[in-house]
């Protein structure tokens, strides 16, 4: 669809539907990819990473892909729950271990 | 134990107060970080501790001075704060670099400081 690849602040889709969110990223050095979820009134949590030497990792419900050609992020939820609605933030970690660098947020709402 | 507890939950501070924010977490993690984060923003790192030294400060104003008694403590200490600097201020650890692969950061709840 039109909107593949393109980060949106806002995604809202329907119960049961799977969702993308994208993220871009900005240093060709870093070399780990972190997903993270927040939800309202808590820290960032960790959902699933990627090293750089990966192109693809499958979770729980989850998928991250790495197009590391246009440094590219993308989360893959399949069969979206009313509990997935989060904020959810990509971050990418550099050489300089320990220096990460979050990306826009994406906020995420299920309809039931 | 996965957990990274924060205190206080929230704190309303004036201009001329001293506050201090703590941080502790039990998982044997020996980096720790400070993220400073707006509404509707991501986090923003602040500083990096490595083995109870400072290894990476996004300069930041001299009113936040951050302290790491030991491995599983972290301070920030507060200062003549301005307005702007109200945020949901988050602490952060992960497994000990340099040597080890980079990995997962465990963030606590956060402190939500009001500047008045």
């Known amino acids: 669809g039109e909107n593949v690849g393109l980060h949106l602040p806002t995604l809202s889709v329907q119960e049961g539907d799977n969702s993308i969110i994208n993220c871009a990223y900005s240093?060709?050095?870093?070399?780990?990819f972190i997903w993270y979820k927040q939800e309202s009134g808590k820290g960032p949590q960790f959902i699933i990473d990627?090293?750089?030497?990966?192109d693809k990792r499958q979770g729980q419900r989850v998928t991250v892909l790495l197009n590391k050609t246009v440094k590219h992020l993308s989360l893959q939820i399949a069969a979206t729950q009313p509990g997935d609605s989060a904020v959810y933030f990509c971050?990418?970690?550099?050489?300089?271990?320990?220096?990460?660098?979050f990306g826009d947020g994406t906020t995420l709402t299920v309809k039931p | 134990d996965t957990e990274v507890t924060q205190t206080p939950k929230h704190l309303v501070m004036g201009m001329t107060n001293k506050k201090s924010l703590k941080c502790e977490q039990h998982?044997?993690?020996?980096?720790m970080y400070w993220y400073k984060q707006k509404a509707k923003k991501p986090p923003e790192l602040m500083f990096v501790?490595?083995?109870?030294?400072?290894?990476i400060n996004e300069s930041v104003p001299s009113r936040f001075s951050p302290e790491c008694p030991n491995s599983s403590l972290l301070n920030l200490h507060l200062h003549a704060l301005q307005p702007e600097d109200s945020a949901l201020y988050l602490c952060a650890s992960s497994q000990d670099f340099p040597g080890a692969q980079v990995s997962e950061q465990y963030f606590g709840p956060g402190t939500r400081l009001t500047v008045t």
């Open positions: 971050a990418e970690i550099g050489t300089n271990a320990g220096k990460s660098t």
């Open positions: 501790y490595s083995y109870e030294k400072l290894s």
């Open positions: 990627i090293r750089s030497n990966m």
């Open positions: 240093n060709s050095a870093s070399d780990y």
């Open positions: 998982m044997g993690h020996r980096a």
